[in-house]
């Protein structure tokens, strides 16, 4: 088991459904599911080149996520010298559950909280598979 927990980086996303999803699933699963054993920090702080939160980065294991193709979390973890050890895009689970359509944004609607969901449970396994150690 790692002793630092699993570092979970969404993308900011403001204004869009996939952001606020992967949002949401990743607060889900550090405040809930994996509660200390994950944890996250603000991908504006890193973009902003904040020297505690590249820190931070370049000592944990990551999970990026990202809402669109853009990749901005992904990318600005690599562009800071992280190690990305899983990657998750809101964009593939839409492809997977075409039934369910994020319309709001500011709020997850029903279909938004069910992917959110969904995609907290695939960040919960994979935190298990890295083996994300305690908050100190």
Request: with cysteine.
């Amino acid at each position: 088991m790692n002793e630092r927990p699993i570092l979970i980086i969404p993308c900011s996303g403001i204004g869009k459904p996939f952001g606020t999803i992967g949002r949401d699933a990743t607060f889900r699963v550090v405040d809930e599911l994996r509660k200390g054993r994950a944890d996250t920090s603000c991908l504006s702080l890193l973009v902003m080149g904040d020297e505690e939160a590249t820190e931070q980065i370049r000592e944990s294991d990551c999970i990026a996520v990202d809402g669109c193709p853009l990749e901005c979390a992904r990318k600005n973890i690599e562009i800071a010298g992280g190690r990305i050890a899983a990657y998750f895009r809101v964009m593939d689970l839409l492809r997977d559950n075409r039934g369910l359509k994020p319309k709001q944004v500011t709020f997850l609607d029903d279909d938004g909280t069910r992917l959110a969901e969904m995609l907290a449970e695939r960040i919960a396994v994979k935190v298990d598979e890295l083996g994300g150690g305690g908050l100190d």
